[in-house]
């Protein structure tokens, strides 16, 4: 019986040192509707990656997100996935821009366009975001910057609602574990036991309110401060998303 009692309270020790929150590894639930850029994309109603919206009919998300199935709805104005709410706007995908350069083995230029069949509706719920210039301030280091998305925490939970984090911008070096993997156009970013996790790819990384990073990648295990999350840095493709937007 004493050993029985012993492997109970260790569960419970363990389940009290799990990172707090319901996803997003660490994070919590937004007010509802605070972010009304936010996208889901779906595939047969169930939510896939993240995205955000840049003006009436763009989206910006992460490229590898488009590697398989591209069949998705957009759905824009949700907090909750399974609630009925009339903010909610769902929407076809006319077109989708890949950068040409994206690798799909270390995910390196991991962005992609994403051309609404129609635009959208700007309501409380429903409106664009704006996005890091070229020559803008990108976050140092130590920097905190925020995101959100209805990905996983840790324990593969996914959330109905949608998740917010706070992180910080970590220095190149913490970033070698990944080897030629990390390249010049990533940040690094994540605090102890508080991260981005599957399901939250495509999402935005935001600094003073303004998308600076999409979430991109990270290590298998969300939280990991060996292998914390990646971010593509926008600024570095400002020719490239100006040109596909207006051809």
């Known amino acids: 019986m004493d050993y029985l009692w012993v492997i109970f309270t260790s569960a419970l020790l363990y389940a009290s040192l799990l990172p707090e929150g319901d996803c997003i590894t660490g994070g919590k ?3 509802a509707h605070s972010r009304p850029y936010m996208a889901s994309l779906q595939l047969e109603g169930k939510h896939y990656c993240g995205g955000f919206l840049i003006s009436s009919e763009w989206l910006m998300s992460a490229a590898h ?31 989708y821009y890949k ?19 129609q635009p959208v509706t700007e309501t409380v719920a429903v409106k664009p975001v704006k996005f890091q210039q070229a020559g803008g301030n990108d976050p140092d280091t130590n920097a905190d ?57 495509g999402g935005p990384l935001l600094y003073n309110g303004i998308v600076v990073g999409i979430t991109s990648n990270g290590g298998k295990s969300c939280g990991s401060t060996k292998k914390p999350g990646l971010y593509t840095i926008i600024s570095h493709y400002n020719t490239w998303i100006t040109s596909t937007m207006t051809q």
């Not at 590697?67 to 077109?95: C, P, Y």
């Not at 706070?166 to 994540?190: D, E, H, Q």
């Open 29 to 31: 639930e937004a007010p």
């Open 65 to 95: 997100c488009f590697q398989d199935d591209t069949g998705f709805k957009v759905v824009l104005g949700a907090h909750s996935l399974s609630e009925a709410e009339d903010t909610k706007q769902t929407f076809d995908i006319a077109a």
């Open 99 to 117: 950068h040409p350069d994206f690798n799909s083995k270390n995910y390196d230029n991991d962005i992609v366009l994403v051309k609404l069949n």
């Open 145 to 201: 910057v925020d995101t959100a998305g209805w990905g996983s925490n840790n324990r593969g939970l996914r959330p109905d609602k949608l998740q917010e984090l706070t992180v910080s911008i970590l220095p190149r070096w913490r970033c070698n574990s990944y080897g030629v993997a990390f390249t010049k156009n990533m940040f690094c970013s994540s605090k102890p036991r508080m991260d981005t996790c599957d399901g939250d790819s």
